[in-house]
């Protein structure tokens, strides 16, 4: 495994988890000391996990995940996957990796740029800043404190798997997730296909 610095728990907690369309699960979760960041991430662990975990990497998403921006896919994936992990046992690390690492009042000045006829990759260049700036070293040390060295890797995004391998970490298969398309996200995910090369059907992310 790579030389990076061992992440141990901090505290674990249990919390019942309850969603707008009923759905409610219970989650442990768990902090840490050590993260190479120094951001406040979050382990949920779901179900019973097993040997070989369903594990989930969500980067935060103010505007998807708490009020349910039709921009982009977040919250109905943060729900999907906190089902499905529950039902399989494992963990769903939530990052604090908003517009995927550039930073709230960042990404809503790409969305400004969007709204001018960039897609989501070309805003964030005009503003000089990366087309994704995550770093997944912190979501390898909170999986190893956990004891999980092998997963499943639930993500429709490639670079997550590569970049968890290269930390050392087992991937053994990457489970895609479902599809969510409005008519405000179409853009946004068909970029994400052509652009980083995320494993959603084109066909499905017609604009009608």
Request: hydrophobic share 40%; glycine share 12%; charged share 20%.
């Amino acid at each position: 495994m790579p030389d990076i610095p061992a992440a141990t728990p901090r505290a674990r907690v249990r919390v019942p988890l309850r969603f707008a369309d009923g759905y409610g699960a219970d989650a442990d979760v768990v902090t840490f000391h050590g993260l190479t960041d120094g951001r406040e991430h979050l382990a949920l662990v779901l179900g019973e996990p097993g040997p070989v975990p369903l594990v989930r990497l969500h980067s935060e998403c103010l505007t998807g995940d708490v009020f349910g921006s039709a921009r982009c896919d977040c919250g109905p994936q943060l729900r999907e996957a906190v089902e499905r992990i529950a039902g399989h046992g494992g963990v769903l690390l939530y990052l604090r990796q908003e517009g995927r690492g550039i930073g709230l009042y960042n990404k809503l000045d790409a969305y400004a740029l969007q709204d001018g006829g960039l897609d989501t990759y070309e805003a964030n260049a005009a503003l000089g800043l990366p087309e994704d700036a995550r770093d997944y070293t912190a979501a390898a040390q909170m999986l190893t404190a956990l004891g999980v060295t092998e997963l499943d890797l639930l993500s429709n995004n490639p670079d997550k798997a590569g970049q968890l391998r290269s930390l050392g970490l087992a991937v053994r298969d990457r489970v895609p997730t479902g599809v969510f398309p409005t008519a405000h996200n179409v853009h946004y995910l068909r970029a994400k296909v052509l652009q980083t090369q995320h494993t959603l059907p084109l066909a499905e992310l017609t604009t009608g």
